[in-house]
């Protein structure tokens, strides 16, 4: 569903944007997912994307992880801390729709996606 498009993006733009910005948009990418599930919840093979978009959203928040728990990370220790703190939160969330889906559940993990994106780009959410 989402295949061809969002690739032919990716590359258009691999060499013209920051890590900030890759982040930023990924973790948009990811939201949309979520709220496309979210909006289709109920219809005929939308178990399908959602499991591919919560897949899509634990990869991104475990690499999130991984790299802030970098001692060497550039960024200051009370931001990760705080980074980290919403990643596990998610991680806690995500096994809660895992395990008894609910459309209102993804509000929480697409908000958060969404605000950290706005963050990283310096704009409001």
């Not at 979210?38 to 959602?50: A, R, S, Y």
């Not at 990370?73 to 995500?94: C, E, Q, Y």
Request: hydrophobic share 40%; net charge positive; with cysteine.
């Amino acid at each position: 569903m989402y295949g061809t498009q969002l690739q032919a993006y990716k590359e258009a733009h691999k060499t013209t944007i920051s890590g900030r910005e890759i982040e930023a948009t990924v973790l948009t990418q990811a939201a949309f997912k979520l709220q496309c599930c979210q909006k289709n919840w109920g219809i005929e093979g939308n178990n399908e994307n959602l499991d591919e978009a919560i897949r899509y959203n634990q990869r991104i928040w475990s690499i999130f992880q991984g790299d802030l728990a970098k001692d060497d990370h550039p960024m200051p220790k009370k931001l990760r801390a705080n980074i980290l703190s919403l990643s596990l939160f998610i991680d806690k969330r995500i096994f809660e729709i895992l395990n008894n889906p609910a459309p209102e559940k993804l509000t929480a993990i697409i908000s958060i996606n969404l605000n950290l994106a706005a963050g990283l780009r310096g704009s409001p959410a």
